[in-house]
């Protein structure tokens, strides 16, 4: 168990539509990272957030958004979502020095 | 921009088989050098990682050293087991100095399936 929470483990939406992925760090941790992994993409960082602000961007889409709360919990926001947007999505949490836990991941699948 | 290269898989052994992966990177600054494992359906583990060059990571059997001059990273174990099955990823991270613990984004190889039979 790597201590970091993701929720849902799976989820099935359509064309068009918007959901949101959460992230819980393990504890002490104030970084937290956003990864894609798609069969033709690989494993793509997203965003980073450290202690609320964020702190570096990937090749995120313009239709994908994040944050992080004061609680240190983390959200992913996907909207206007396209088939090309299914993927397993991952959070992982890091220490100010340290490397990254991963979490199990959301699997999203757009009918 | 940074990359990573893993070797062409999939990778099929038997048990107690010598593994290698290779791994070679491009980076500027001073990257930090990792392999992570994921088993069907769970997250990726951090197996091992080398903050400088000369560095030798390990954990579980696996060893990867860090080789600034031919800037590769090969993930190796003497004698795999079935429960070895699974994805491996080398990546890299870029710190502020050499030999610095503060990491940023992870950018991953594509990644090589290991398949170990009986």
């Known amino acids: 168990d790597s201590g970091v929470t993701q929720t849902p483990k799976h989820l099935i939406t359509a064309t068009g539509q918007r959901v949101t992925l959460r992230c819980s760090p393990r504890?002490?941790?104030?970084?937290v990272y956003w990864y894609q992994q798609s069969l033709d993409q690989g494993l793509q960082f997203l965003i980073q957030y450290y202690n609320g602000e964020e702190r570096a961007k990937g090749n995120i889409l313009e239709r994908f958004s994040a944050q992080q709360f004061p609680d240190l919990h983390s959200e992913l926001n996907l909207s206007s979502l396209e088939l090309g947007d299914s993927a397993l999505y991952f959070c992982?949490?890091?220490?100010?020095?340290?490397?990254?836990?991963f979490g199990d991941g959301t699997r999203l699948s757009i009918l | 921009g940074d990359s990573v290269t893993q070797m062409e898989g999939p990778v099929t052994l038997s048990e107690e088989a010598f593994l290698t992966i290779n791994c070679t990177y491009t980076a500027t600054g001073y990257p930090s050098l990792f392999w992570y494992v994921q088993y069907p359906g769970e997250g990726l583990q951090l197996l091992l990682k080398?903050?400088?060059?000369?560095d030798k990571g390990s954990n579980k059997g696996f060893e990867a050293t860090y080789r600034k001059e031919t800037t590769s990273f090969h993930l190796e174990k003497g004698s795999v087991q079935v429960s070895d099955s699974a994805v491996y990823f080398c990546?890299?991270?870029?710190?502020?100095?050499?030999?610095?613990?503060?990491?940023?984004?992870?950018?991953f190889g594509q990644g090589t399936i290991l398949t170990v039979h009986p």
């Open positions: 992982a949490s890091g220490a100010t020095a340290g490397p990254q836990h």
């Open positions: 990546a890299l991270s870029i710190s502020a100095i050499a030999g610095g613990t503060s990491y940023g984004k992870l950018t």
């Open positions: 504890s002490g941790d104030l970084s």
């Open positions: 080398a903050t400088k060059a000369d």
